[in-house]
């Protein structure tokens, strides 16, 4: 058994020549005695050409990231 705990630290546009979400957050799987299992900490600013990231679509992709570090698989 474990608890997962999580903070954000930005989610946001931010405000420039043009707006672009900025997310940043971290994770951490704990173990019941209080080991740490597994911890993360992303953090993007989006930026399209043709295309604007949301904040909502940004975060996805981060936390599908972290998930994937899980098992090892491709960042």
């Given at each position: 058994?474990a608890?997962?705990?999580?903070?954000?630290?930005?989610?946001?546009?931010q405000h420039g020549?043009?707006?672009?979400?900025?997310i940043?957050?971290s994770?951490r799987?704990?173990?019941?005695?209080?080991?740490?299992?597994?911890?993360?900490?992303?953090?993007a600013?989006?930026?399209?050409?043709?295309?604007?990231?949301?904040?909502?679509?940004?975060a996805?992709?981060?936390?599908t990231i972290?998930?994937r570090?899980?098992d090892?698989?491709?960042?």
């Amino acid at each position: 058994e474990a608890l997962l705990y999580g903070s954000v630290a930005e989610y946001r546009y931010q405000h420039g020549l043009k707006e672009e979400p900025s997310i940043g957050f971290s994770v951490r799987l704990v173990s019941r005695d209080g080991v740490v299992l597994w911890a993360s900490s992303r953090a993007a600013v989006g930026g399209g050409v043709l295309q604007r990231a949301s904040l909502t679509g940004l975060a996805q992709d981060l936390v599908t990231i972290m998930v994937r570090s899980l098992d090892g698989s491709s960042q």
